[in-house]
């Protein structure tokens, strides 16, 4: 069409630009006052029955009607990095943009224990920049799948651990601290855990880096 433009992902190509944003990536990333939005959404996971659903409703509010297979779009979102399939699950989603907000206070209480921090802050150059929207949704998503599929998860924030044993347990937590402005990552372990500590930081801030560089470049 007018867009001249082919998405290709494997063995999947997307000809029609609209149709995957109008019918696909738009009810199932519309909010709640939308006519059709994702239901049953629960600290941002969604069954794949309810994912089918609103794409079958979308369709019959619009008069539309296409053959897409439900494994096939949610392919297309696990590449766009919209979502991942919760560990230990065959049928529930994570959905990072719809997660839902919670004060960091309750998440990331204090530990006696952790005695080692380091941390990096990622902030814009500039008052006139910004960090895209949805670029801290896609990275939480990304740190999931690569990193830790079990992931504490909120709105603005996640927390991440890693553990060979008890003792080295060590945890990142990685928070937006500045709407769209500055993201905060904080990494916290016992005595003698202060290279699997910068260790995990490092891992962090490139994933957080790469995907700030591919959806917000310039900040």
């Known amino acids: 069409d007018d867009c001249a433009e082919l998405l290709h992902f494997g063995d999947l ?5 609209p149709f995957l ?9 519309a909010p709640d006052n939308f006519p059709c939005h994702l239901m049953g959404k629960h600290d941002g996971k969604v069954k794949k029955a309810d994912i089918s659903y609103v794409i079958q409703q979308f369709q ?7 053959s897409a ?3 096939t779009i949610i392919r297309l979102l696990e590449s766009f990095e919209l979502t991942f399939l919760v560990e230990g699950t ?12 919670k004060k960091v206070a309750d998440m990331w209480k204090r530990d006696d224990g952790k005695k ?11 008052k006139t920049s910004i960090i895209s929207p949805g670029a801290f949704s896609l990275f939480q998503c990304r740190a999931c799948v690569r990193l830790q599929r079990q992931a504490q998860l909120w709105e603005n924030g996640i927390i991440i651990i890693r553990a060979k044993t008890v003792r080295s347990e060590v945890q990142c937590l990685v ?24 260790s995990l930081l ?8 790469d995907v700030i560089e591919e959806h917000s470049p310039g900040t």
Not at 90 to 101: E, G
Not at 119 to 126: D, I, N, T
Not at 202 to 209: F, H, Q, R
């Open 13 to 17: 190509s997307i000809l029609d630009i």
């Open 21 to 29: 944003c109008m019918d696909v990536l738009g009810p199932l990333m």
């Open 60 to 66: 019959s509010l619009h008069k539309k009607s296409f």
């Open 69 to 71: 297979q439900i494994d």
């Open 90 to 101: 065959d049928d529930t989603y994570m959905f990072p943009s719809h997660l839902p907000f």
């Open 116 to 126: 080692v921090y380091v941390g990096r802050r990622v902030k814009c150059s500039s």
């Open 175 to 198: 928070i937006m601290t500045i709407p769209l402005g500055a993201i905060d990552i904080v990494c916290r372990g016992g005595v003698g855990c202060e290279k699997e500590c910068k």
């Open 202 to 209: 490092e891992d962090v801030m490139t994933l957080l880096l």
